[in-house]
Nanobody
């Protein structure tokens, strides 16, 4: 049974930073391509950052240069460092495999960027 547990969200001012964490259960984490997804207030969900099993990364244009995805396969953890936050970064952030596996969606962590 694979479970992803996200944490680290919160309320931040524009220009601020947050670091999100996602811990995975199970013993297959190192084989997964992982991604962070953002669900906006209008319930649109998009991938914002993707990391391959050995560390190659891809970013959505909207976060390129501001967000950094990383992982530690020994700790079954993937992180999302978010810098220079903007109000449009507001949403619920989830981690999942890429492409996503629907039964693996967790609760996510809320990020709100507002002054």
């Amino acid at each position: 049974q694979v479970q992803f547990v996200e944490s680290g969200g919160g309320l931040e001012q524009p220009g601020g930073s947050l670091r999100l964490s996602c811990v995975s259960s199970g013993n297959m984490f190192s084989t997964y391509i992982m991604a962070w997804y953002r669900q906006t207030p209008d319930n649109q969900r998009e991938s914002v950052a993707i990391i391959g099993s050995v560390g190659s990364t891809t970013y959505a244009d909207s976060v390129k240069g501001r967000f950094t995805i990383s992982r530690d396969n020994g700790e079954n953890t993937v992180w999302l460092q978010m810098n220079n936050l903007k109000p449009e970064d507001t949403g619920i952030y989830f981690c999942n495999t890429y492409p996503e596996i629907s039964r693996y969606w967790g609760q996510g962590t809320q990020v709100t960027v507002s002054s």
